[in-house]
């Protein structure tokens, strides 16, 4: 069992820049692909980055790539979402997910590969 638990959300100006974080309990932190996925007002949860469990190999969503960067730190239990160059259209609430992987090499870009959500902060960009 993982607890997933984000922070950092927050209201910001467009082209500003905010840090989400994403703190999971347990002791395999490692073992797992941490994933961000964020819904907006009426649409689909929708895949933002992935990371692997060792964290070596990453992948976005069109729409992150260059402005947002995903990372971890498996000694703290916890992975980043670096987010810059922010646009209105990034308004959303973000999550976090978590997926099993032993190998910790392989990264998941698909919502049902997730087992384990967090239970979301609020991005709010400004105009």
């Known amino acids: 069992q993982v607890q997933l638990v984000e922070s950092g959300g927050g209201l910001v100006q467009a082209g500003g820049s905010l840090r989400l974080s994403c703190a999971a309990s347990?002791?395999?932190?490692?073992?797992?692909?941490m994933g961000w996925f964020r819904q907006a007002p009426g649409k689909e949860r929708q895949f933002v980055a992935t990371?692997?469990?060792?964290?070596?190999?990453?992948a976005y969503a069109d729409s992150a790539k260059g402005r947002l960067t995903i990372s971890r730190d498996n000694a703290k239990n916890t992975v980043y979402l670096q987010m810059n160059s922010l646009k209105p259209e990034d308004t959303a609430v973000y999550y976090c997910?978590?997926?099993?992987?032993?190998?910790?090499?392989?990264?998941?870009?698909?919502?049902?590969?997730?087992?384990?959500w967090g239970q979301g902060t609020q991005v709010t960009v400004s105009s």
């Open positions: 997910a978590a997926c099993s992987d032993y190998s910790a090499y392989y990264y998941y870009t698909r919502e049902y590969e997730y087992e384990y």
């Open positions: 347990g002791r395999t932190f490692s073992r797992y692909a």
């Open positions: 990371i692997s469990g060792s964290g070596g190999r990453t």
